[in-house]
């Protein structure tokens, strides 16, 4: 079946230190593969997306590359900022289903000090 | 608006009660998917609705869960006899289509069984 596998916290650095959040996936068919960031006190919001093989997701500094030969979605961030403090969730969609449901890792617990 | 709405943002109830959470997706959006999020169990999908078709409810964890969508609009998630396990954030997304497969998230109903 479909899940995914994510690196548990909790994560913490100082302000503009390099992140990295790994994550890996198993898919029956064609996974679309995301990062939510959920912030204290907030809802999920959708950080980045790639829908296939090789594709680059990217968005408020974040990147994370779709890599079908390992498996994997990783997270990065080259400087972070305290206002990156949230949990962090990587996911997956199946498109050879057309259930559409997310398949969601355990959440990364993320605290950036100033 | 323009986002997900639920309702209530909190609920506090006594074992045994029975209990009504509300959900009102994006206009437009066919696909509703209710998710729970436990400390325990991080995300889990409970239920998916789509268009008039039958709901998916293959993510339901006992029968005291239900859940229905009215006019293809507002979602109604019913837990019965309520117990401290179902203690948990519930979460109701939508999106414009599953293949697409972007979700946008409500900001949940936090739960407490007492």
């Known amino acids: 079946g479909d899940s995914v596998t994510q690196m548990e916290g909790p994560v913490t650095l100082s302000e503009e230190a390099f992140l990295t959040i790994n994550c890996t996936y198993t898919?029956?068919?064609?996974?679309?593969l995301f990062w939510y960031v959920q912030y204290p006190g907030e809802g999920l919001q959708l950080l980045l997306k790639?829908?296939?093989?090789?594709d680059k997701g990217s968005n408020k500094g974040f990147e994370a590359t779709y890599r079908k030969e390992t498996t994997s979605f990783h997270l990065e961030k080259g400087s972070v900022q305290v206002s990156d403090s949230a949990v962090y969730f990587c996911a997956l969609t199946d498109r050879g289903s057309t259930l559409g449901r997310l398949y969601f890792g355990r959440g990364t617990q993320l605290t950036v000090w100033p | 608006g323009a986002g997900v709405s639920q309702s209530p943002s909190n609920k506090v109830t006594e074992k045994g009660k029975d209990v009504e959470l509300r959900c009102d997706p994006i206009?437009?959006?066919?696909?509703l998917y209710w998710y729970r999020q436990s400390l325990g169990q991080g995300l889990e999908f409970l239920i998916y609705?789509?268009?008039?078709?039958?709901?998916?409810k293959s993510g339901l964890p006992s029968d005291r869960f239900s859940a229905e969508r009215t006019g293809g609009s507002v979602s109604t998630l019913t837990i019965q006899r309520t117990q401290q396990e179902d203690s948990a954030v519930y979460l109701c997304?939508?999106?414009?289509?599953?293949?697409?497969?972007?979700?946008?998230f409500g900001p949940g109903t936090r739960l407490t069984v007492l």
């Open positions: 609705f789509q268009g008039n078709s039958a709901p998916d």
């Open positions: 898919a029956t068919g064609y996974p679309s």
């Open positions: 997304a939508s999106s414009l289509d599953p293949s697409v497969s972007e979700q946008f």
């Open positions: 790639a829908t296939k093989a090789d």
């Open positions: 206009s437009g959006h066919t696909a």
